[in-house]
């Protein structure tokens, strides 16, 4: 029987049993008794967990192939955010990990929403217990596709392209895979970046240790030192146990901080102190225990303009770009479309197992025209969904939800960010050059009006 607030495995040995590692996350004792109860019967290895915050610790020491997790932890708090919060970090940590979510019926939306985030299937509490067999059966066929097709992949396995701008970021990336040395990665939402940091991590001496991913533009302020720098029993309320953050967990690794130019200005000193003396302190310990990470961070913010607006710390700044790297968007990588394109159609081909598929030629037009305003991301979510829907080997332009896509959107574009830059012009020598009064009048806050500045090269 699991206790709360620890975790428990079982494995009973049957050859009726499926092969594989399943954890149950839930803060109920009652639910974990009765999952494990249900599938100890048809898995070989059955964990629980009642506190959410130790899953990555756990998936880190155990090969897990589907996890069953509730989306509330708190009392009071029944949004599904939590939950939300936790597949992003589970998803990034353990992409093989199948997750499957466990709601309430009147909770539906929030997983669906889940779904949307790599989710493979929600079930609704109270369940169905042949439902619920059904349903890890195929989370854990689905678990094994994903690893089979890992592991016939080259290590480290990603699209560059021709273009100057990006074969120069990757050069740089070469040389500064073999150091230890900091690196901060720039660009525009969907550019990339993670892909990046985790091709630093396997070109550099330490690709056979973790690579732990923070999304720290997702973390609530509430938990960013727990969930960094871990905790000692009894630090707050729900401290049940001597918990590692995740420095800890990036130990002898890298530690890909993202969308670090969300960090709030009172916690960017914390970080600092860690960056800098490369020491974690558990929150409710007072010795400091030391760290081998290497740190790379990302965001698609500009950091300068942040820190001349005092947003963020210029000491921080200096301290995490030993070595800067700017990924461009597609729009200045139009010569590498088609070929981006053809690789993440063969990735999506191989995901869904089907028969060879090709582009029309108006399709592939129509993707040299796009704008991608949402770059790689935009284009790998528009070719998943075309090769789902295709049903005859060939990938229209309807299928890829591009046929109202017109020649002039790029013009459009550009006539849009003329508009901008003129209201701000005006609205600057309104105000005399009060950054203060200009935000206001805009709507904008300080730092967005910093950047929208540079951007337009306004002084």
Same mark, same amino acid.
């Given at each position: 029987?699991s206790?709360f607030?620890?975790?428990?495995?079982?494995t009973v040995?049957s050859?009726r049993?499926t092969?594989?590692?399943?954890?149950?996350?839930?803060?109920?004792?009652?639910?974990l008794?009765?999952?494990?109860?249900?599938?100890?019967?048809?898995?070989e290895?059955?964990h629980?967990?009642a506190?959410?915050k130790?899953?990555?610790?756990?998936l880190?020491e155990n090969?897990?192939?589907?996890l069953?997790?509730?989306m509330?932890y708190r009392?009071g708090?029944?949004?599904g955010?939590?939950?939300i919060?936790?597949l992003?970090?589970i998803?990034?940590?353990?992409?093989?990990? *199948?997750?499957i979510l466990?709601?309430a019926?009147?909770k539906? =939306?929030t997983a669906v929403? $889940?779904?949307?985030l790599g %989710? #493979?299937?929600y079930?609704?509490k109270p369940?169905?217990?042949?439902?619920?067999?059904?349903?890890v059966?195929q989370?854990?066929?689905?678990s094994r596709?994903?690893?089979?097709q890992?592991q016939?992949?080259?290590k480290g396995s990603?699209?560059?392209g021709?273009?100057?701008s990006?074969k120069?970021?990757?050069?740089?990336?070469e040389?500064?895979?073999a150091?230890?040395?900091?690196v901060?990665?720039?660009?525009e939402?969907?550019t990339?970046k993670s892909a990046?940091a985790?091709?630093?991590?396997h070109?550099s001496?330490?690709?056979a240790?973790?690579?732990?991913h *923070?999304?720290?533009g997702?973390?609530?302020e509430?938990?960013? =030192?727990?969930?960094?720098f $871990?905790?000692?029993?009894? %630090? #707050?309320?729900d401290?049940?146990a001597?918990?590692p953050g995740?420095?800890?967990l990036a130990?002898?690794g890298?530690i890909?901080?993202?969308?670090i130019?969300n960090?709030?200005l009172?916690?960017q000193?914390k970080?600092?102190q860690?960056?800098?003396?490369?020491?974690?302190?558990?929150?409710?310990e007072?010795?400091a225990?030391?760290?081998?990470?290497?740190?790379?961070t990302?965001?698609n913010?500009s950091?300068?303009a942040l820190?001349?607006a005092?947003?963020?710390r210029?000491d921080?700044?200096?301290r995490i770009?030993?070595m800067?790297?700017?990924?461009?968007p597609?729009?200045?990588?139009?010569e590498?479309?088609?070929?981006?394109?053809?690789?993440?159609l063969d990735a999506m081909?191989?995901?869904y197992?089907r028969?060879?598929l090709a582009f029309?030629p108006?399709?592939l037009n129509?993707?040299?025209?796009h704008a991608w305003?949402?770059?790689?991301?935009?284009?790998e979510?528009?070719?998943e969904r075309?090769?789902i829907?295709?049903?005859?080997?060939?990938?229209?332009v309807?299928?890829l939800?591009?046929d109202v896509i017109?020649e002039t959107?790029v013009?459009?574009?550009?006539?849009?960010?003329n508009?901008?830059k003129?209201a701000?012009?005006?609205a600057l020598q309104?105000h005399?050059?009060n950054i203060?009064?200009?935000?206001e009048?805009?709507?904008?806050?300080r730092?967005?009006?910093?950047?929208r500045?540079?951007?337009y090269?306004?002084?």
């Amino acid at each position: 029987m699991s206790v709360f607030g620890q975790c428990s495995s079982e494995t009973v040995h049957s050859m009726r049993k499926t092969q594989a590692g399943i954890l149950v996350i839930d803060d109920k004792e009652d639910i974990l008794f009765a999952a494990k109860m249900v599938l100890k019967k048809h898995f070989e290895e059955i964990h629980t967990l009642a506190d959410p915050k130790k899953a990555l610790a756990l998936l880190s020491e155990n090969r897990i192939d589907v996890l069953l997790m509730d989306m509330n932890y708190r009392i009071g708090f029944e949004d599904g955010r939590e939950g939300i919060y936790l597949l992003k970090e589970i998803k990034a940590f353990s992409p093989n990990t *199948v997750v499957i979510l466990m709601t309430a019926f009147g909770k539906v =939306e929030t997983a669906v929403e $889940g779904l949307k985030l790599g %989710a #493979f299937d929600y079930i609704l509490k109270p369940w169905d217990n042949d439902k619920l067999i059904a349903t890890v059966k195929q989370a854990v066929a689905e678990s094994r596709r994903e690893r089979k097709q890992e592991q016939a992949k080259p290590k480290g396995s990603v699209f560059i392209g021709e273009s100057p701008s990006i074969k120069r970021a990757y050069s740089l990336a070469e040389k500064v895979a073999a150091t230890d040395a900091n690196v901060l990665i720039l660009g525009e939402n969907g550019t990339g970046k993670s892909a990046m940091a985790r091709y630093i991590h396997h070109k550099s001496q330490r690709a056979a240790q973790p690579f732990i991913h *923070v999304d720290l533009g997702a973390l609530n302020e509430n938990i960013f =030192e727990s969930e960094l720098f $871990g905790y000692a029993r009894g %630090a #707050f309320t729900d401290a049940k146990a001597d918990t590692p953050g995740r420095f800890e967990l990036a130990d002898k690794g890298t530690i890909f901080l993202d969308e670090i130019g969300n960090v709030p200005l009172y916690l960017q000193s914390k970080l600092l102190q860690v960056i800098q003396n490369k020491q974690v302190t558990r929150l409710g310990e007072a010795k400091a225990r030391p760290v081998d990470v290497r740190i790379i961070t990302a965001t698609n913010a500009s950091l300068k303009a942040l820190t001349a607006a005092r947003e963020f710390r210029e000491d921080l700044y200096y301290r995490i770009n030993t070595m800067e790297i700017l990924l461009p968007p597609l729009r200045e990588r139009r010569e590498d479309l088609p070929a981006l394109a053809q690789f993440l159609l063969d990735a999506m081909t191989g995901k869904y197992e089907r028969d060879t598929l090709a582009f029309a030629p108006d399709a592939l037009n129509q993707i040299e025209k796009h704008a991608w305003n949402g770059n790689i991301r935009e284009m790998e979510n528009r070719i998943e969904r075309a090769v789902i829907l295709s049903d005859n080997g060939i990938i229209n332009v309807s299928d890829l939800d591009l046929d109202v896509i017109i020649e002039t959107e790029v013009l459009k574009d550009t006539q849009l960010s003329n508009m901008e830059k003129t209201a701000i012009e005006r609205a600057l020598q309104k105000h005399g050059s009060n950054i203060s009064k200009t935000a206001e009048e805009l709507g904008l806050s300080r730092a967005a009006l910093y950047r929208r500045m540079e951007k337009y090269d306004l002084k």
